[in-house]
Structures are given as structure tokens and as C-alpha cells.
């Protein structure tokens, strides 16, 4: 299914880069198809849901540090999920448990990190910030994993 994520403005990268205004990503399955206003992404893909974030939605973020403590590995990687990323870096992940819990989530292991990105065809893995820096949702691999409420 298709489905097209759209914002106040969204950011191919979250420094550097000039925002798309009323813009839109839409994601075929776990990658994402186009990136533009909501307008043109609407065009091209008259059929997919739309769903409507208040704010920037950019590419989602890579958690540098070490996750956050929670009574389980899975709780620790929705507190990530919860912050707008989708990537950890392995010296982090330093539990068979907390690899199996990344892996169940899709989480992206990395042994460096690495800038963030929104590019065509690449995998599906956006955050909406609001005007606080608060995250309203995340999205990984084409999968709604987190939305404030």
C-alpha cells in the first residue's frame, strides 16, 4: 500500500538543505517513491492514504548514544523509536537480547554514524519533529512505529 506523509514543510536533510514547503514523501512498501509539494506527490500517486503530520518531517535521526533505560530491551528500543531515530550504533547494542529487539523492530545497526537522509528509493525512514524538537512521529522502514497521541 501506498501512503504519503506530509508536513508543514519537509527536509531532505536536517542541516544544509532548503525545505519543501507544504511538502510530502510517499513510500511504496519500505522506500520511499517521491519527494515534493503535496500537490505533486498526490499527482503522481492518486490512490494512496495520506497521512498529516503537524510540522518538519525530515529524515529519521541515528541514536548516538547509549539507549535509553527501560526495564526491557524492547522498551529500550521504543524509547528510540519515540525520539525520531531508526538507526543505533553496535557498541550500544551490546546484548544478544537488545540485537533481538533491534532486529524485531527494524532498527539499523551501524559501527559509525552517519548523516541522515531522505533519497528516492532508499529505505523509508522519516521523523516529524514539532516546533519544540518534541517527535509527533516516526516511520521506519515504510512502518508508522511511533505516533504521539
Known amino acids: 500500500m501506498e501512503t504519503i506523509h506530509a508536513a508543514d514543510e519537509v527536509r531532505w536533510t ?8 507544504d511538502g510530502a514523501v510517499a513510500v511504496e512498501g519500505s522506500r520511499v517513491a517521491a519527494v515534493g509539494t503535496l500537490a505533486e506527490v498526490r ?16 529524515p529519521a535521526r541515528v541514536h548516538e548514544g547509549p ?3 527501560a526495564p526491557s530491551p524492547r522498551e529500550r528500543v521504543h524509547a528510540v523509536l519515540k525520539a525520531g531515530a531508526v538507526t543505533v550504533l553496535e557498541e550500544y547494542v ?4 537488545l540485537r533481538a529487539a533491534a532486529d524485531r523492530n527494524d532498527l539499523v545497526v551501524l559501527p559509525r554514524t552517519r548523516p541522515a537522509a531522505i533519497r528516492k528509493a532508499d529505505r ?11 517527535c509527533v512521529a516516526t516511520v521506519c522502514a515504510g512502518r508508522l512505529v511511533h505516533r504521539r497521541r
Request: hydrophobic share 35%; aromatic share 10%.
Open 14 to 21: 536536517w542541516d544544509g538543505t532548503e525545505p519543501v514547503k
Open 43 to 58: 499527482e503522481r500517486f492518486p490512490g494512496a492514504r495520506v497521512r498529516r503530520w503537524p510540522g518538519v518531517l525530515g
Open 67 to 69: 539507549l535509553p533505560d
Open 94 to 97: 551490546d546484548s544478544p537480547e
Open 124 to 134: 523509508a525512514d522519516l521523523a516529524v519533529f514539532d516546533e519544540t524538537g518534541a
